[in-house]
């Protein structure tokens, strides 16, 4: 168990809605990461905060966005949803901003949009 | 922009057999550090092991060791007397010390597969 949630684990959704993962970090992580892994595809950087506030902008389309809050949890919205969003989204945490130390990957919300 | 490339899509190997997994990677930054994550059916990410770009040294972790070749840049993963639980994705990652963000720069994976 890596210390980090996400939910829901599953989430089937119809073309046009908007969805919200949620992801609570490791205890004492500021730091959340968002990545998206379509099939057969490596993981794709999303977004990046650190304790609320973002730092780091990768691959994000204009119709998905993300928050940290006061208590460190972190929400992804998608919205528009199209076929393509499909996809296992992982939430990662580590803690301070240390290069060395690991992200610790939560075990994901499998999307399906149809 | 840093890329990451692992040129073998799926990899077999008998159990109690050695295998080597490969990447590379680019970039200009001479500081940096490198990770393997496996990713089993049940999707989980687990850190599998992890090189400082500024130790020459290899990172080993049991049955797993790397093999660090900086001006190659590349970055290759040997796990030994492979167990069937071993059978997975893995993944090779890479993490900028510069540019403001810490995340992690994945490439596109190998699957392995352990034959009893």
């Known amino acids: 168990d890596s210390g980090v949630t996400q939910t829901p684990k599953h989430l089937i959704t119809a073309t046009g809605q908007r969805v919200t993962l949620r992801c609570s970090p490791r205890?004492?992580?500021?730091?959340v990461y968002w990545y998206q892994q379509s099939l057969d595809q490596g993981l794709q950087f999303l977004i990046q905060y650190y304790n609320g506030e973002e730092r780091a902008k990768g691959n994000i389309l204009e119709r998905f966005s993300a928050q940290q809050f006061p208590d460190l949890h972190s929400e992804l919205n998608l919205s528009s949803l199209e076929l393509g969003d499909s996809a296992l989204y992982f939430c990662a945490s580590s803690p301070l901003l240390s290069y060395n130390s690991p992200l610790h990957f939560g075990n994901g919300t499998r999307l399906t949009v149809t | 922009a840093q890329t990451v490339t692992q040129s073998q899509p799926e990899m077999s190997v008998q159990e109690a057999e050695t295998v080597t997994l490969s990447c590379t990677y680019d970039?200009?930054?001479?500081?940096?550090?490198l990770f393997w994550y496996k990713q089993p059916p049940s999707r989980q990410m687990i850190l599998v092991i992890r090189?400082?770009?500024?130790?020459?040294q290899n990172a080993t972790e049991n049955r797993f060791s790397v093999n660090f070749q900086k001006a190659a840049k590349s970055f290759s993963l040997k796990i030994s007397d492979s167990q069937l639980g071993d059978a997975a994705m893995y993944f090779c990652a890479y993490r900028a010390t510069q540019g403001g963000s810490e995340k992690l720069v994945f490439g596109k994976g190998t699957k392995l597969t352990v034959n009893p």
């Open positions: 205890s004492g992580d500021l730091s």
């Open positions: 970039t200009s930054e001479s500081d940096y550090y």
């Open positions: 090189q400082e770009a500024y130790k020459q």
